[in-house]
Every structure is written in C-alpha cells, then in structure tokens.
C-alpha cells in the first residue's frame, strides 16, 4: 500500500504548523522580547497565511537549480570575456553605482530578516522571514561574483565594502537600512517587506535588469532575474504582512500608514539613483525613469492601494509630490554628480546629442525647459576647458541625506529647504517628506552620521578632497572624475580597436 | 589548413577587490567563498542606535564576552556561500526522495509493530521542536552575530534545522497514514511527557541567553553533541525492528552533523585559541551547557533506552572529549 | 481605474510553455515585452492551469515549479496543486 499523496496545503501545513509552541520554563515575553513596544496588537498569529508553502526541501530543491544555470552563465561570461562585450564602456559605472549601493542592502536585508525570523512570535511569518534572509544573502553573495569579473578590469568596484561605510553618497541608501534596522521588527516588515520590497523593488530590478539585458550584460541580467524570482515571494510576504496586521486590530492602522507613508517617501528618495541611472547611465536605453514609475507605481501601486483601501489605507503621503517629481529627478541627481564628480566613485559624462533628443521626447515637459539649457552650457564649458566643478561641500538633508538640490513641488526653478528645531538644533530637509519623517521621530534622526558635518568636523581624513578621497580608498583620477579621459575609456578604447584590428 | 582564432589579451588590472586583497596579502585570484564573505558587513559609521537595544549598534562585537582581533578568522571549512550550499543540501535531499519512496514502496513503515511505532512516536519525532529551538537560535546567532565569516553558515544551519523539522514531521505523516495525529501525540509529548521536558527546559533557556557565542557553543557543542546524538547516533536500540528504517530515513541528519560539526568546531576551536580569556570563556559556557545537556538528556535515554540515563552519560563524555580535542579546558 | 493582475516571466524555453498556457486560457490578457522578459497584465485573475502547461510540456509539471521562471508579480497569490493564481479581490 502507497500512501496518498498529500495536497500541497495539507502538506505544508503539517510540516511546517505546529513546530513552534509556547513556552512554560522561560515566559514567552522574554524569548520574544521585542514584539510590543511599536503597539501593533496581534489577536491571533495562527491566521497568518502563507501563499507559496515552500517546504525546505522544494526550496533546496528550486534554489539550486536557479544557481547551477546562475553559475553556468557566469563562468561562460567570465570565459568569453563578456565584460568587454557590453554596449559601452560607460555602462560600468551603474554596476559600480549597484556594487557599492545596493548590494551592501541585501546584505543589510539578509541580516535584518533574521532579525524578525527570530523575533516575531508567529511560526509563519518566521519561516518566510527566514527565507528571504537566505535569499538576500544570495542576492548579496551573486552580485558580488557576477560583478567581480568586471572588477578585474574596471575601476571603482574594488573598495565597495569600505566605500559603502563611508562615501557621502552612498550614506543614502546606507542610512535607509539603517533607519530599517534600527526600527522595530514590525515597521521593518513593512518598510523593507511591504514598502520596498512590494511598491518599490520592481522599480530597481525590472527596468535595471532590462536595461543590463539590452546593454549586452548577460551575467547581470541573468543574477537581477535570478535574484528578481525570489522577490515575487519576498513582495507575497509584504502583502500577507500589512494584510495580515491590519485585519489583527483596528488599532494596527494608523501606525501602519505612518509607516507606510515613511517608507514610501524614504524608499522614493533612494530611488533616485535608479532614476539617474536609467535616464544617463545606461548607454541604450529601455524605459525612462517617468515610464518606469507610471508602469510601476501609478499602474502597480494604484491596483495595490485600491486593494488596501478596504482597510483604510490610503495611498501614501506625497505619493503625488513623487508622482510630480519623476519629470525631474533624475536630472537633478545627475547635476549633482556632475558637479561632484571629483568625489564620486564612478564616472560621469553630459549627455550627447543623440542621448538629449531622448531626454526631450521622454520629457516633453521638462527637459527642455529646464534642463537641457544647463547640459549645453555645461557641454560648451567643458570644450572650452572650463569644465564646472563644484568645490563647495553641499547641505545635506538631515533624513534621506541627499544635498539639497530638489525644487519646490510646482516650482522647478527653487530649490526647496525646509527645517525643524530641535532641542536648540536647527536641522534642514529637501522636502515637506523629509521633514514630516523628522518631527515623527527626532531622536533618530538627529543621530544621522552625516557625511558632510563628518568631513567639517574631521573625522574623514582631512580637510581637503585629496584626504577625504584617501580616506574613502578612492583612487583620485582613476575611480572618480569624468569617463572622457579615464582609465576605464582608455582600456575600454583599446580593446575596441585590437578587435577591429582582429576583425581584419 | 591551419585555423587561426584570432584572440584578443585580457589582461587583468587586478585580481581581486581591494578587502580581499588585503586579507590575502596580495592581489591574487580570490575563491567565491573569500570574495562571497570577507568584509561583507558594515563595520562603522551608522547612523541610529536600534530601538530595540539601543546600548548596541546592530552591527556590534561587544554582543559577545569573548573578544576577536578579527571576526574574519573563523572561516567556513566547506567554503559554503548560498549557491554552494544550497547545491550540497539538494544533493542530500534526492537521498531522503530515495529513502521515503523505498519505505513507502516496500511498506516498512507500514508493516512496523505498535511497539516500534510507540517508541518512535515518543522518542523521534518531538525531536521536530528540538529543531525548531534551534532553529530560532541559530537564526538568532546570525542576527546578532559578528562578520559575515560566523553568521552566514549560521542561517544556512537554521534553514538545515528547519529542514530536519520537516523529515522527522514526513517520518511522522508516513506513520500515521498522513493524518497529522502522530505530530499532535508527538508535540503533546514534548509539551508534557517527563521524559522531554528536562531537553524542553535545556532548549527554553538557551532562548533567552543574550551572548550569541555563548548560544553557539551551547547549541553547536552541547545540544547538537549531546541530544541530538543520543537520538540519531545512540538510540538504534530504542527503535526496535525499525532501527534500519529510522538509520535510513535519518541519514540526511547523520550527514549533516558530520557535516556541520567540521565548520562549528572548527569556529569554536579558532575563537578559544585567539587568547586566554576567550578560552576561558568558551571553555566555562561549554562546561555548563554541556553538563545541563547530560542532565537534560538522561531521563530521555532512559525513557527510551531503559538505561538509566547512561547512554547520555556517553553522549556528554564523548562531547567533552571533543570539547577537549577543540583546545578547551573543562 | 482598473486594476491590474501581472506576472513578468523569463522570455525562455522554459517559460514559453507556460506563457502559452496563460495566453489560451485568459483572454484579453496584455503582452509587455521587455528585453529578456515579458510582462503579462490582465484585467481580471491571470490563472495558469497546471493542465494546461503540461499539455504544452509534454511532461508532469508542479506549480512549484514556477521559482524557476517568475520575474515578478502583481496581485494576490493562490497555489494549490492543479493552478497558480495571481488577483485583486477588491
């Protein structure tokens, strides 16, 4: 006699329900200790559901399989010399801008799931936290082996860790971990789970991964859309979260939309690098970043938020300053590298007539208004020797750390400040979003390791570019500056006319 | 005819990244293991205290009594990152496929005698908890852990625990015709039965016990050594006709612990060496925990195995021997 | 505004059966292609019917099985053994 095949609901539901119970020889707030103080009131952990029942062994299973084909592209890539195959060589500097910060992310990822997979008091949640733990360490883990064939040959990939603790720039999306890590477990389900993961994260993978696939990089599309597969099971574990908190308690919304509105505009403003990355970096482009938000937030975010509704939540605060600002912000990061390009950590060029036409039929109503004029005056200056550079430090933003360089909502001409006072302290944000986050929660974020204020007060190296440079292990001339005149467009150059040559 | 393949040379600027590098002394080719570990975890400079400890940075090595120079000296002997890992594990798991459909097709748990079945209703499957407690401590050692060296084996460990949860539970199903019901006996067991609750009370207590490598030398050293020993490797006597059955559908845990216990020693081993108080430390958390196992453990064996504890008394003996061969002092 | 189910897959042998099935059995579904991946949105549930892709497959094939080719998704979730659901309820 064979036994029945047991459904895969039943199945999981016995393999995995029931291990966990409550304990008698130590109370359960003392091996759970850090469950309560956000005020979230959960009833019952036992109605948490969990849509994909992985069992470890299906997960063994469709894991290894995903990194044997993973491992096989990238062994070939590595042997065809992929890395001089891709569509030019100022590609590499999104990689580099990935490298050093985003990947560091999933690391933080990795970590922090861990946190709540042992923190949470219910089973379910733990299990699929744990999970994704495994996942972002593999997510971290791939990104690094897919971009260490191209550190053999590029600049500014090879002081990523060290980089990622220290580089003014990269202090955004470092403190929007760290703002996660810091907060309890619960708002770091919905911040990294829910907000990022579920609204944002298709922002950052698809149209990126897409854009590597049509610039030639084969071995990071194939790691993005490997690593992407199990972020449909990390955005089904941000659903099923705020679901799953606010059918607990009627109490569980309000702070669940604070969260919801935090997140949102602090995971926006991280994305900004995406932004630029999509509209300058790329050398053949797949979508603008303002097609990328209609598809993925308008289009997306609105399905999810009419689907939220009937719980009371609202679409996120700001969401439409955001909506506005996606004709403008890839442009104002970009001005920002441009001018710092001396400190950046990778290369930064002004776009060519070709990439400006582009820029204009993707934003008819903003760039040549606004910003095209600039990138011409830039682009003369520059043949006349004149490059601009700008040597003054920048005010940061006391939240999301950017330098103050955004405009007022409505008002593309000034740039927006706003400030608090705090405990005889004024503290200054790029925008209403920024500041709202703030007054929430002043003690945290008066803490903010702010690079600037960090430089000022000499704990960087030194006073001047060259220290702070030596301090952050970028090598001046080489990792930074514009690509024109870089080793990386001299390499890139000579591989191109040998294989010419070689072509006969 | 001779084909000539033109080629053009690449040649590398270096070999590896900058960290790398440095911990090897020279720019050389890096293993995926040394690139997918070293420095990989933020070190300084953050930028707010966690709410929920806020005497600590997340990323913070005085979560521990025991004092590293460098937490990147305990590396992983089987060189694990994600893809290697998950490779080994897949390879273990078609064994378990093979081992329950052999059962199933020749009904050898089907045709088991209520003895047998009792004894493994008692003594096998409230194992599962055992390794769900794990499970939450070596997710907990991973969290609060130090270096991506140590915590990234300790999530790929928690998932493993997770997974043996899930082959005791298929050991179950398989036994009570896939009902679920001897899962419920067994958890009740665990619950209340006197001879778990000694283990019970051993694995509650580590829950609450805040210096992760403490956590680890009790759970690496002391519960895997002493219970999960007694059990997988002790107890072939206890499971009756069904002793072959049990070896055979348990494999994946005998694997793994020979498996595991070469990285975890081996981490052990490198943090007691790196001066004398580690090593007193180490050496004093692994006398207690490995003592509070024994007792913990004999009312089990002796449950099971009608000895009067003294098979766990030979599980403790044999872990403090290894204690000892790991260069600490009990 | 409606709402819109979505699952982008990989733009491979792998999925192909499977973007088949999900075709032929949801009409009015709306094709995206993107280099390296397709992106499917519907206005109703977008269903794959285990069925239906082993007709395409010629072999057994698990839901489960769709790990090895999902991109992302769009709406709720439901597995079972005989079909991958992805919806809005509200």
Partial sequence: ?504 | MSVQIKTIEYEPKRQTFGHVARRLGADKPASRYLEATLDVQPTVNFHYKPQWEPEFWHFDARKTAVVMEDWYKPLDPRQFYYATYNIARANMNQSVERSFAFADERGLIAKLSDDARSQIEHGLLPLRHLHWGANMNMTEICQRGYGTAVTAPCIFSAMDHLGMAQIVSRIGLALDGQTGVSLDMAKETWLNNPAWQGVRKLIEDSFVERDWFQLFVAQTLAVNGVILDLVYKHADAAWQEAGVTVAMLTEFMTDWRAEESRWSDSVIKTVAAESPENKALVSQWAKLWIDRAVEAAKPLSASLLGDNGAVAEAAGEATRKRALSLGLAL | ?90
């Avoid at chain 1, 939309?257 to 997140?263: A, E, L």
């Avoid at chain 1, 001339?477 to 040559?501: R, T």
Wanted: net charge negative; proline share 5%.
């Fill in chain 1, 1 to 504: 006699m064979t036994a029945k095949k047991l459904g895969l609901k039943q199945r999981y539901a016995h393999m995995t329900r029931g291990l966990d119970w409550e304990t008698t020889y130590q109370p359960m707030d003392k091996v759970f200790p850090y469950d309560q103080f956000e005020g979230i009131k959960i009833k019952d952990w036992s109605a948490w559901e969990d849509p994909f029942r992985l069992t470890m062994d299906a997960y063994w299973k469709f894991q290894a399989e995903k990194e044997r084909k993973l491992y096989a592209v990238l062994d070939a890539f590595a042997q065809n010399n992929g890395q001089a195959s891709v569509s030019d060589g100022r590609y590499i500097n999104t990689l580099k801008l990935f490298l050093t910060g985003v990947s560091p992310l999933e690391y933080q990822a990795h970590r922090g799931f861990a946190f709540t997979g042992r923190h949470l008091r219910g089973a379910g949640p733990r299990v699929a936290a744990q999970m994704q733990s495994l996942d972002e360490l593999r997510h971290v883990q791939t990104q690094i082996h897919t971009i260490s064939q191209y550190n053999k040959y590029f600049d500014g990939l090879s002081e990523f860790p060290h980089m990622h603790d220290r580089v003014w720039y990269l202090s955004v999306p470092k403190s929007f971990f760290d703002d996660a890590r810091a907060a309890g477990p619960f708002e770091f389900m919905i911040a990294i789970g829910f907000a990022f993961e579920y609204v944002l994260t298709n922002l950052l993978f698809v149209p990126f991964m897409s854009g590597a696939a049509y610039n030639g990089d084969m071995s990071t599309v194939t790691f993005g859309f490997s690593a992407q597969s199990d972020e449909s099971r990390h955005m089904t574990l941000g659903i099923e979260v705020i679901k799953f908190l606010l059918e607990q308690h009627p109490d569980n919304l309000p702070i669940v939309q604070k969260w919801v509105d935090k997140w949102f505009w602090r995971g926006f403003r991280v994305l900004g690098l995406v932004a630029m990355m999509m509209d300058y970096m790329l050398p053949k482009k797949v979508m603008s970043w303002k097609e990328a938000w209609e598809i993925y937030f308008t289009e997306g975010g609105g399905s999810l938020f009419q689907d939220l509704a009937r719980y009371g939540i609202k679409v996120p605060k700001y969401a439409d300053v955001a909506t506005e600002a996606a004709e403008h912000i890839s442009h104002q990061n970009w001005a920002v590298f441009y001018q710092y390009t001396h400190a950046a950590g990778f290369h930064t060029w002004m776009p060519d007539r070709e990439h400006l036409d582009w820029l204009s039929e993707k934003y008819p109503n903003t760039f040549d208004k606004y910003y095209r004029p600039r990138w011409e005056m830039w682009a003369q200056a520059e043949k006349e020797g004149k490059r601009f550079y700008n040597m003054a430090l920048p005010q940061l933003c006391q939240v999301c750390q950017i330098p103050m360089a955004y405009t007022e909502p409505g008002d593309p001409t000034t740039i927006c400040f706003r400030e608090t006072q705090f405990k005889g302290e004024t503290y200054h944000f790029c925008s209403d979003g920024c500041k709202d986050i703030f007054d929430d929660e002043p003690e945290k974020y008066a803490q903010s390791w702010l690079p600037v204020h960090q430089i000022f007060q000499g704990n960087c190296g030194g006073p001047t570019v060259p220290d702070v440079l030596n301090w952050y292990r970028m090598n001046n001339g080489a990792d930074n500056m514009d690509y024109a005149g870089s080793p990386d467009e001299k390499l890139w150059n000579e591989w191109h006319a040998k294989a010419a040559e070689a072509a006969g």
């Fill in chain 3, 1 to 90: 505004m409606a709402q819109i189910a979505s699952l982008t897959l990989y733009h491979n042998d792998d999925a192909r059966p499977i973007i088949e099935a999900i075709l032929a059995d949801n009409p009015g579904v709306r094709v995206m292609n993107l280099p390296g991946c397709v992106k499917l949105d519907s206005d109703g549930p977008l269903v794959i019917n285990r069925a239906s892709v082993e007709e395409r497959l010629g072999r057994t094939w698990d839901p489960q099985e769709m790990h090895l080719v999902i991109i992302s998704m769009a709406g709720h979730l439901d597995e079972d053994d005989d079909q991958f659901t992805v919806s809005w309820r509200h």
